[in-house]
């Protein structure tokens, strides 16, 4: 278990809609990083966010967005929702944005979106 | 930005035989290069990382090299066992900002 947790489990839903998916990163940990695993895929990175203030920004759709609380917890709303869209969708946590010894992200158990 | 070829996408081997997995980046300023065991719909999970001011790491089985010249760093497993079969990704760490760029990943089997 590392400590990152992600719901819900799995998410079935049909093409427009609109869902979020929550992640809470580990205790202390102030970075958290989005990524989505489509079938056969690597993992593509969509956005990160340090303490509350997007950080990064990778190949994210603008239907896509994300914010990340007080409480650090985090959450990707996904709308308008494709068929393409369907996949295993992780966040991970690191304690800081960069450098150091505490520059390793460890993943949660990820969401697996499909869009019927 | 940053970008990570991974290779071979698919390897076979014996049980007890090695495994070698590599990986090339294209950012010399990259300067933290973990490696990842993702089993069949679980969470990617750390295996081992290495720091660019370090050429080789070692834990047990497992070990990992850098070529910052080269720019390519490589995962060694050996005496492997069925229980090594999994995705294995590879990432670099961008200097600016610390996101992870990943390899496509290399599905290992190994064959009792």
């Known amino acids: 278990d590392s400590g990152v947790t992600q719901t819900p489990k799995h998410l079935i839903t049909a093409t427009g809609q609109r869902v979020t998916l929550r992640c809470s990163p580990r205790s202390g940990d102030l970075s958290v990083y989005w990524y989505q695993q489509s079938l056969d895929q690597g993992l593509q990175f969509l956005i990160q966010?340090?303490?509350?203030?997007?950080?990064a920004k990778g190949n994210i759709l603008e239907r896509f967005s994300a914010q990340q609380f007080p409480d650090l917890h985090s959450e990707l709303n996904l709308s308008s929702l494709e068929l393409g869209d369907s996949a295993l969708y992780f966040c991970?946590?690191?304690?800081?944005?960069?450098?150091?010894?505490?520059?390793?992200?460890?993943f949660g158990p990820g969401t697996r979106l499909t869009v019927l | 930005g940053e970008n990570v070829e991974q290779h071979p996408s698919t390897l076979s081997v014996q049980e007890g035989d090695s495994a070698v997995i590599k990986c090339t980046y294209s950012d010399s300023a990259s300067n933290y290069f973990p490696w990842y065991k993702q089993e069949l719909g679980k969470r990617p999970q750390l295996i081992i990382d290495i720091r660019s001011n370090v050429g080789e790491k070692k834990d047990q089985r497992i070990a990992v090299t850098l070529n910052k010249t080269a720019k390519h760093f490589s995962l060694h497993i050996t005496e492997t066992q069925p229980e090594d079969s999994a995705v294995y990704f590879c990432a670099a760490r961008e200097a600016q900002g610390g996101k992870l760029i990943f390899g496509q990943g290399t599905e290992l089997s190994v064959k009792p």
């Open positions: 966010y340090y303490n509350g203030e997007e950080r």
């Open positions: 991970a946590s690191s304690a800081n944005a960069r450098g150091g010894l505490t520059d390793t992200q460890y």
